[in-house]
């Protein structure tokens, strides 16, 4: 059972441009959350999401930044017009529909830099 | 709303000593805590959490964390350090005030082991 994906691994954007950054949860999970490490600091709550669902986005910037989880494909976060302080690691977890004891599975993460 | 504390961005050990990663949280409810290991440029994985069995909980690597709800701690042991055990360790609390449930993590303590 492959564990939670996410691509690419590091992305490289000029400011101004977009970030798409992709998350295949684990086989069998419905539920989605996106986090951001900025340097030196710990894991921040974006969103989280279900099939065709946006459950609860408190933790999301109110411009720019955008996140959606289709009923077939992977989960997008998108960062629109990419400033210098988007530069982070963004990490995708994933959960069955009904977890147990709320335990999430974590990717390996996307690096985004803007220059 | 649920939050987490953790004493110290920085703990260095020698190797064979004891390790001690501090960790308080707040919780209105029974909280489930969790505490996660990050080595470098990788993504997180999960060392043991809690659940409201055991106060004593036992996870990978030989680390252990001691629930005490009196002292609303719940602090991550392991009584002989090696040099792999040298990464980011992140103390977490589930939060389900939004219908769902997120992580909310503290901001990491960053372990040294010196030989």
């Known amino acids: 059972n492959a564990g939670v994906m996410q691509n690419p691994r590091h992305l490289v954007r000029r400011r101004g441009q977009e970030a798409r950054l992709r998350c295949s949860p684990m086989?069998?999970?419905?539920?989605v959350y996106w986090y951001r490490q900025l340097p030196e600091e710990g894991l921040k709550f974006m969103v989280y999401?279900?099939?065709?669902?946006?459950?609860?986005e408190s933790g999301m910037p109110k411009e720019r930044f955008s996140a959606e989880f289709p009923k077939e494909g992977p989960s997008i976060l998108r960062i629109q017009q990419v400033v210098r302080g988007d530069s982070a690691a963004y990490f995708c977890?994933?959960?069955?529909?009904?977890?147990?004891?709320?335990?999430?599975?974590f990717g390996p993460g996307t690096r985004l830099t803007v220059l | 709303a649920q939050s987490v504390t953790q004493l110290g961005s920085h703990v260095s050990v020698s190797e064979g000593a004891l390790v001690l990663l501090r960790c308080n949280y707040s919780?209105?409810?029974?909280?489930?805590l969790f505490w996660y290991v990050q080595y470098p440029n990788q993504g997180l994985q999960l060392l043991l959490k809690?659940?409201?069995?055991?106060?004593l909980v036992k996870g990978i690597n030989g680390f252990e964390a001691e629930f005490k709800k009196s002292e609303t701690s719940f602090h991550l042991t392991k009584p002989s350090a090696h040099m792999s055990d040298a990464a980011e360790y992140f103390c977490?609390?589930?939060?389900?005030?939004?219908?769902?449930?997120?992580?909310?993590f503290g901001a990491g303590t960053r372990l040294f082991v010196k030989a």
């Open positions: 999401l279900q099939k065709e669902n946006i459950i609860d």
């Open positions: 977890a994933s959960s069955p529909p009904r977890p147990a004891e709320d335990t999430q599975y």
């Open positions: 086989k069998g999970h419905s539920h």
């Open positions: 809690y659940t409201s069995a055991a106060t």
């Open positions: 919780s209105s409810v029974p909280p489930y």
């Open positions: 977490a609390v589930s939060d389900h005030s939004a219908g769902g449930f997120k992580t909310i």
